[in-house]
Structure formats: C-alpha cells, structure tokens
C-alpha cells in the first residue's frame, strides 16, 4: 500500500502537536459552538477539523491527531480516498439530486446489485437504499412485519440500533440515549440476553453459555408467542455494546430457531460490516447467514448511505411506494459507495483489518489480566477493544477507561470509549492507516493504559 493511493501524500502520515490539544483556535471555535448548538449534541474530542487523509486528523491550529475512530467505523477507506473524492466529485458536476422515486439513475443500480451478491447467503435478493443505519433499521422491520404479518421484534442486551423513537426503543442502554425521551414503543419490543462470556450468570465455558442463551431466547418466543414476533435483529458483533462477539455457533443456530418458528433474521451489519472485521461482514466468521441484511456506516466512505438486502420474496413483500425517502440512495451517496467497493477489493481492505489485529493484538493482549483491571482484549479485525474493571472484580471501571481516552486525546490520539458502562475503549482505525502511524499511536495508548490501570510491567512486552 503506498500513500499516493490512499491519499495520504498531502498530509504527512505522522503525529504532530503543535499546540496543546485543544488549541486555542479550536477553543476559540468551541465557544462559539456552546453558544449556538445545543447541549445533547455530545462530543468526544473537542478540536474542529480541517483535513483528514489515511489515519490523520489535521485540526485548525495545525496539530496532526491519529485516527483510531475513522468517525465511528465510517471512514474505512480514509476520510478522503481518491476514488470517493474523485466519483463524488464527477457527480456533482452532473447532479446532485433527483429523488430515485421520481427519476433514476444507474448508480443505485449498481450500489443494491453489489449488496446482492455480496452480502451473505447465495439466494436471490433485493436491496433498497436509505441514509442512516437506524433509518435501515428500521425499515428491516417494516418489511418483516409486512412479510409476517407480525407486529414484535427481539433484540438483545447491550444492543445498539439507533437513535429515532423506534430504534431507540431496540437499543439497550437507557442513559443517555433515552432519558426524557419515553414513552418508546416498547411494547412490541422484546429483549433476550445476548451470550456474552465474560458475565454470563455463573461463568460457564463458552458452549454452555451459547446453549443457554438460545433456550433463553427460546423461552422469550414461547412467552410472548411465535405468531406475535415478526423478526429478531441482532448485531453480529456488538458495537456500541461493547465490541462483544458472540461464542461460536450462536449465530447460526439462533438462524435455525427463529426460522423454525416463522421468524425473520436480521443481521444489523451496520457497524461491523464492509471489511472492518478482517471479512466483508461480520456475520461470515460464524456461518451467520441472515434474511435481512443493514448496512450503513462505512458504506459510502462517509457520504450518508445505507441499505437493506434481503431475500427477494421478502422484500417483495411491501407494495409499491411502501419505502423510500426523500435522499434516500442519494446520487452522490451512490457514487462514493462504488469507490468503497473498488477500493475494498482492489486493495484487499480485509486483509488490512487482519494486519490491524494482529499488530493491535501483538501490542495490548500483553497487558490483559483481569486481576490487575484488564478484563479482555477482544473483537475481530480492526474492530477491537479492550475492557477495563476494577481489579480482581468484573465490576466496570469507567473511570480508567475515561482517564486512559483522555491521556490519549492529550497526546494526539483519537479512541473512543464504548460498553453499557462505558467501561471499555475501541479501536476502528482507517482500515488503510499505515503501520508506522499504528505503531506510533499504539505506543501512545500502551503507555497510557499503564499509567492508568493497574498493571504491572509483563514479561516481554515493548519498553
Ligand atoms: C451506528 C449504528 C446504528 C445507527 O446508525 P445511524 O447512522 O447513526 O442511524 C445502528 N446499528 C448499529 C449496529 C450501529 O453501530
């Protein structure tokens, strides 16, 4: 991979403070943001931006930031791959817009045809095109229970699945994604506990934990009723939840019951997808072949695009003018996802993803000891994360993780923090961030978990 291909070649690929982070534009900006934005808009790393390229974030007083967030798994490709910048740009010139359900054009053709074979399963599908992952989302069930004729949907703990009043009402964590924002349709939505090892109820191994969680599921459909449930969604790797993967062989026998019992599977690729978990999507690393598939995120190289594949009869279901959407498929949109795919292929970004976890892992595994406050190093590809608890407990320590992201942030490295208790740090860099830079921020994050959690110096691990 050379840097002229992945748009690296105007930015160095190195980090570089130039001023204390934030600086004093970005602070200066920051005032003027308090004032005129509201305060539910959140933010992680308050420096304004003012260009992006391979894994850095330059800001406006100059500071090169590595990208370990790709803006929540979005930027697989970088912030400005050529191909994206180049397609978009073309199109532009062309149109901007005409709304697909009132004239075509061949770019969504090609964009759904691509998810169609793609995707997992070798059935016929179909694809529709929107331009956010909960509105994809929510659209799957839609097309489930007009398929079904089935009001309910289970999902899991620790799922996240958006923010609009229905997703809301999917996703887990309460504060602060709900606060204040009640009553959420709750009613049709049901919660089974997602098999994650590390606090299942009494610790069993692996297998036993799958067995559970599926005749917990089992004992959901028979309390609420088969007839009333028309879909189950499930992330095949949890994001938002805390990057937990569920232990092998869940996924698929989950398929097998649910269709058993007339229930449509859909697998929430949204975060996971598009190369980020070392495959094209999560679901293969397991066998997990889903009837719905959602896809956003890192879909379009950071235009607003997302998607839903499905099996063709299913899909089939909702009658003409049944979806869609102002923007949805936008043209633009359409065209940078084109580039992501190209780029995806043509420069084997899953086979990058593995080389990310193989150099995260080689760096961090070293450092996991629940009894010195680190639970676990786990996730797939460049989709990993590493779990902070106080020392010999499994209760969270939120704190740590908050202390290490800020020592991080300070030293220009952008993570993020995840987990139901907020208890845990992500990693979703650029899947084309070059090794060096890796290395570079890496050392930054190893030092700053060793001076903020309590572990010893272990046996072998880099000075
Ligand atoms: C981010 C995310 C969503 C919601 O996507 P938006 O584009 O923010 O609406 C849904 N599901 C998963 C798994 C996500 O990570």
């Avoid at 995707?119 to 509105?135: C, I, N, R, V």
Wanted: aromatic share 6%.
């Amino acid at each position: 991979m050379t840097s002229d291909t992945t748009s690296g070649a105007a930015v160095p690929q190195t980090r570089h403070l130039q001023t204390s982070i934030p600086g004093p534009k970005s602070r200066a900006l920051q005032e003027q943001r308090d004032a005129a934005l509201p305060d539910g808009l959140g933010r992680t790393l308050p420096v304004f931006v003012d260009r992006m390229a391979g894994g850095i974030i330059v800001d406006v007083d100059g500071n090169r930031i590595v990208d370990l967030a790709s803006g929540i798994a979005v930027t697989s490709v970088g912030a400005s791959h050529p191909e994206v910048v180049r397609r978009v740009t073309e199109q532009a010139e062309r149109f901007t817009h005409t709304c697909f359900l009132v004239t075509q054009y061949e770019a969504y053709v090609r964009v759904a045809e691509w998810l169609n074979a793609h995707t997992p399963g070798d059935f016929t599908k179909t694809t529709a095109l929107f331009s956010t992952g909960a509105e994809a989302v929510e659209n799957a069930v839609k097309i489930a229970r007009a398929a079904t004729g089935r009001p309910g949907v289970i999902v899991f703990s620790n799922a996240y699945h958006g923010r609009t009043l229905f997703t809301l009402a999917m996703t887990a964590k309460d504060k602060p994604y709900k606060t204040g924002f009640g009553p959420l349709p709750t009613e049709q939505v049901h919660r089974a506990p997602f098999p994650e090892p590390l606090r299942w109820p009494g610790a069993p191994a692996p297998e036993r934990v799958v067995d559970e969680a599926l005749q917990a599921f089992e004992d959901l459909v028979a309390e609420v009723g088969a007839d009333e449930i028309a879909c189950v969604v499930i992330e095949p790797i949890q994001g938002e939840g805390g990057f937990i993967v569920p232990p092998a062989g869940f996924l698929p026998r989950l398929a097998d019951l649910a269709r058993a019992h007339g229930i449509i599977v859909v697998g929430d690729e949204v975060q996971a997808g598009l190369g980020r978990t070392g495959t094209l999507f999560a679901s293969e690393h397991d066998g997990f072949v889903p009837d719905i598939v959602c896809t956003a995120k890192a879909l379009a190289g950071g235009m607003p695009l997302s998607a839903v594949t499905g099996r063709a009869e299913i899909m089939a279901a909702v009658g003409a003018g049944g979806l869609g959407g102002t923007y949805a498929g936008n043209p633009l949109a359409c065209e940078a996802a084109l580039g992501v795919f190209e780029v995806m292929e043509r420069e084997d970004l899953p086979g990058r993803a593995r080389a990310i976890e193989q150099q995260v892992r080689a760096t961090l595994a070293p450092l996991v000891d629940p009894d010195r406050g680190i639970a676990e190093l786990r996730g797939r590809g460049a989709m990993l994360a590493i779990e902070f608890v106080q020392p010999g407990r499994l209760e969270p320590a939120p704190e740590v993780a908050a202390a290490v992201a800020k020592a991080c942030h300070e030293q220009g490295v952008l993570v993020l923090v995840c987990g139901t208790f907020g208890n845990v740090i992500r990693l979703l860099p650029p899947l084309v961030i070059e090794e060096d830079l890796l290395t570079d921020a890496l050392q930054v994050l190893y030092d700053a978990i060793r001076a903020h959690a309590d572990v010893a110096q272990p046996a072998g691990a880099p000075a």
